[in-house]
């Protein structure tokens, strides 16, 4: 699933999810290298 990281307060990475840590914190997959940060949760519109 492709997925948004936050890996800094103004740098977000977006690649594939491969996995998930105790701390809330998620791995994603760009290319060859593995990014870990928090996860940004979508919008949501009504």
Do not use: W
């Amino acid at each position: 699933m492709l997925r948004t990281v936050s890996v800094g307060s103004c740098v977000s990475v977006q690649g594939i999810q491969v996995g998930e840590l105790a701390d809330g914190k998620i791995i994603v997959r760009v290319d060859e290298r593995n990014f870990v940060g928090y996860p940004v949760l979508p919008v949501r519109r009504n």
